[in-house]
Structure formats: structure tokens, C-alpha cells
């Protein structure tokens, strides 16, 4: 059973995090879901003669590490993102630990809308930051199985 927060148990302050290792494999996956084989993600020759000088991973695959957080964790199953704002701050390469943390910043009880700070880490360094406004079950709709 699937189990999140419903907007009533949400608090101001809450945080949930997310760590996962870059893999070869991911990038292959990611760039088949996406579509998107651009060579500095695919090519190591073409990579290393771009700014970045080895491959760097996809920029929404570490979005997408912060979607896993607020769809799984905080808020969690049933929540529905209505938007996020990600600014991407350095690249991240296959082998990095990137640490996906989500942190409710405000709600907004008569829509049953959470505001969420978001960033992306790899070890002290911020990689991604932004923001998510997610519409989260109320504490009824959830125990009725609903939205």
C-alpha cells in the first residue's frame, strides 16, 4: 500500500531526500525515454572537446531524482505536480552520488497546495535549485482512496 501526507499533515519546514549514483545505464535509459542523444551526454570523444571536457549527464535526469522524492516520499503517492522551476548550476558526470532534497516552504489550505524549496547536491556542491508547487490529498480524499 502506498502511503504519502495528506496536505493536513504537512508542516512548514518538512524535508525528504533521495541519493542515487550516476550510472553509464542511466544515461543510456534516460536518453531512450527522453529522446534526447545529444553527444555531450552520448560521445566521449565529442564531450571532451566541449567546455566540460568529459560527458555530462542529462540535466532533467537529475530533475527528474526530484520528482522521485516528491512523488514518493513528501508528499508522496497521490500528490500532482502543478509546477517546478529548476535552474541548473554544474554538470553532473557518471559516478557522482547526487542527493535530491525537497523541503515544504508554504501551504495553501484552501487549495490543498504545497510549496517545496528543491535542489540537487553532489557531496556540498548544488547542482540543481528550484522550486515545485505540487496539489496534495486532502486528509478525507486520501482515506476515501481518492484524490
Known amino acids: 500500500m502506498y502511503r504519502g501526507y495528506c496536505f493536513e499533515e504537512l508542516e512548514v519546514g518538512m524535508t525528504a ?3 542515487k549514483t550516476v550510472t553509464e545505464a542511466d544515461l543510456a535509459n534516460f536518453a531512450g525515454v527522453s529522446t ?3 553527444p555531450l551526454h552520448m560521445d566521449a570523444e565529442f564531450a571532451a572537446g566541449s567546455r566540460f571536457k568529459q560527458r555530462i549527464a542529462h540535466g532533467m535526469l537529475s ?3 526530484l520528482s522521485a522524492v516528491l512523488g514518493m516520499q513528501l508528499p ?5 505536480y502543478l509546477e ?4 541548473f548550476r554544474a554538470p553532473v558526470h557518471i559516478g557522482d552520488r547526487v542527493v535530491s532534497r525537497v523541503e515544504v516552504t508554504e501551504l ?3 487549495k490543498n497546495i504545497a510549496t517545496f524549496r528543491t535542489e540537487c547536491l553532489v557531496g556540498k556542491k548544488r547542482v540543481i535549485s528550484g522550486e515545485a508547487i505540487l496539489m496534495v ?3 478525507a480524499a486520501q482515506e476515501a482512496g481518492g484524490e
Do not use: H, I, T
Not at 508522496?76 to 500532482?80: F, I, K, L, S
Open 17 to 19: 531526500s533521495f541519493g
Open 36 to 38: 534526447d542523444f545529444n
Open 63 to 65: 530533475g527528474a531524482y
Open 76 to 80: 508522496g503517492p497521490g500528490a500532482v
Open 84 to 87: 517546478q522551476s529548476l535552474r
Open 108 to 110: 495553501m489550505p484552501e
Open 137 to 139: 490529498p486532502s486528509k
